[in-house]
């Protein structure tokens, strides 16, 4: 049972432009949610966070938005570069575990 | 300062055989964690580590284990290994907090497992 879902594989988008990425998730107890971005021959790096009790949060070109109510969340990324490329995996966690549970990625390109 | 460092980077091993990867935690750190990442999904959690012992354990089998040394290093071994085995395998490391129950994890650049 996959319990974080990232049901677009991939997206492209033009340069300046915004990307959204979507993730949604089913576990009602999930209480901190997570964004990391992988390059190729990488390990993940740690993009941005929310927790359950913010809706919102932001930092420089990304922003991450949690509708609770729908278990949704959303990475904004403005403006996009091609740098930004990469493969985008959201990952949830539950107060008192120490797991994260991550989606299956959504792979990202900005085309110049 | 030095990241998570992971060894080897890839490693080709035959049915049956046994295998240890190791991983080095981000300095300061006290956690490790594992994952397995196979070709089109996402990191799948395998155990988590501190203080030398198992925390928390993932839908993993017994051919699955771990050990965290004095240092915080750990290693991850598998017996018996399955043709499903191979995969990406990642280490990730964070700091224990009385304060958070989110500890941010830093991850490695991983070990690429085949098994042939």
């Known amino acids: 049972d996959q319990q974080v879902k990232q049901n677009s594989p991939s997206l492209s988008v033009q340069e300046g432009r915004i990307s959204i990425l979507n993730c949604d998730y089913t576990n009602s107890m999930f209480d901190y949610f997570l964004w990391y971005k992988k390059y190729p021959a990488e390990g993940p790096t740690f993009l941005i966070s929310i927790s359950s009790i913010k809706d919102k949060n932001e930092d420089g070109r990304f922003t991450v938005f949690l509708n609770k109510s729908a278990k949704h969340l959303s990475l904004h990324i403005v403006p996009s570069q091609p740098g930004d490329s990469a493969v985008y995996f959201c990952?949830?966690?539950?107060?008192?575990?120490?797991?994260?549970?991550f989606g299956t990625g959504t792979r990202l390109k900005v085309l110049a | 300062d030095a990241g998570v460092t992971q060894s080897p980077t890839h490693l080709i091993k035959t049915r049956g055989q046994q295998v240890t990867l190791r991983c080095s935690p981000k300095s300061g750190h006290d956690t490790v964690s594992w994952y397995q990442q196979a070709l089109g999904q996402g990191p799948q959690f395998i155990f988590q580590y501190y203080e030398e012992e198992e925390r928390q354990r993932g839908n993993f089998p017994d051919r699955f284990s771990g050990h965290q040394f004095p240092n915080y290093s750990s290693e991850l071994n598998v017996n018996a290994l399955l043709l499903g085995d191979s995969a990406l395998y990642l280490c990730?490391?964070?700091?224990?907090?009385?304060?958070?129950?989110?500890?941010?994890?830093?991850f490695g650049p991983g070990t690429r497992l085949t098994v042939l």
């Open positions: 990952a949830a966690c539950s107060s008192g575990t120490y797991k994260y549970i």
């Open positions: 990730a490391s964070s700091l224990f907090s009385f304060v958070s129950s989110y500890n941010e994890q830093f």
